[in-house]
């Protein structure tokens, strides 16, 4: 699978079944050649700027399945996962 191909995926919460958003960004271990998280742009603003949310970093050990059109993952909110 190309990175390009998971870029504008609905990516799920399986726990709660809300849409998170669509991933926009990976962070990659250079070194290993491997994925190391997940990014999702944070929502909210003024012309997407002011008052914005972090973007959210899910690691990619969260990632549960990964479809079509969609990427679920098991993420909880108690957890600070914001980069």
Not at 36 to 62: H, M, N, R, T, Y
């Amino acid at each position: 699978m190309r990175i390009n191909e998971l870029r504008d995926r609905d990516v799920v919460n399986v726990n709660d079944g809300k849409r998170l958003g669509v991933i926009n960004d990976l962070d990659i271990d250079i070194e290993k050649g491997t994925i190391k998280a997940v990014v999702i742009p944070g929502s909210g603003g003024f012309l997407g700027v002011l008052g914005k949310k972090q973007d959210l970093s899910i690691p990619w050990e969260k990632v549960i399945k990964v479809g079509v059109d969609t990427i679920l993952v098991d993420y909880s909110p108690d957890i600070n996962h914001e980069r």
